[in-house]
């Protein structure tokens, strides 16, 4: 069993649940009643969300980096961010980490390919329906990513900082959502919806919605996780 290395705090709700879903995965493939070693490293959320919100992502990859030598110090052997919007500096943090790290985004590809999806609308914060680190890995598989239209990723922005990562999740806020996608399904003919924010399956627990899966990306890359710790 490798010791799995979590930087978390990104938010602290989506921590919690990383947490309680990687020992239940663990222990659905090991019965013996033991549980996984996990460190968790939490950091500063504001930090971070100003960081990028500046655009100084040279910034957040060089706190990333030095976050999770924490972690390999610790005796972690491989780790995870355990939010989608860091993602935006992966590549380079991968590329400066000593200990391996699963990407979020590679896993819900991986699932979305599984699945067949080719039309897929994409949930996050701002950062994350702007950005080019889901379209990048996406496309080399051919599968295409819509997001909302700017009013309507203006809310779920707002809400994911007003409400999400407080730990609030209001029945009015989950119907906006749904009917987003709704709109979604009518307007760009999606076949399945990401939802590219670590606290947004805490808010929209159904597996599927009109038809359409709803891709968990935490579940999905908790599944990665246990299977690299048991490897």
Avoid: W
């Avoid at 914060?125 to 996406?138: E, I, N, S």
């Amino acid at each position: 069993m490798k010791t799995i290395g979590i930087i978390g705090g990104l938010g602290p709700e989506s921590t919690v649940d990383y947490y309680r879903r990687i020992i239940a995965a663990y222990q659905e493939r090991q019965s013996d009643g033991s549980y996984p070693a996990i460190i968790i490293n939490s950091i500063d959320l504001k930090r971070i969300r100003g960081l990028i919100e500046a655009n100084e992502l040279g910034a957040v990859a060089e706190q990333l980096v030095s976050e999770i030598e924490k972690l390999a110090r610790a005796g972690a052997a491989f780790g995870l961010l355990a939010a989608n919007t860091p993602h935006l500096v992966f590549d380079e943090v991968s590329r400066r980490s000593r200990i391996p790290l699963i990407s979020i985004v590679e896993a819900t590809c991986d699932e979305a390919k599984a699945l067949g999806l080719r039309r897929l609308g994409l949930f996050g914060t701002r950062f994350t329906m702007q950005g080019r680190f889901f379209p990048a890995v996406f496309s080399r598989e051919d599968v295409a990513l819509i997001v909302p239209d700017p009013d309507e990723q203006t809310y779920i922005h707002d809400k994911y900082f007003s409400e999400f990562v407080k730990g609030i999740f209001l029945p009015e806020t989950r119907s906006r959502l749904l009917e987003i996608v709704d709109h979604m399904i009518e307007r760009d003919r999606i076949d399945g919806l990401i939802l590219g924010g670590t606290e947004l399956p805490l808010a929209l627990r159904d597996p599927s919605h009109h038809g359409i899966p709803l891709l968990d990306t935490t579940g999905i890359h908790v599944k990665a996780i246990v299977a690299m710790a048991m490897a």
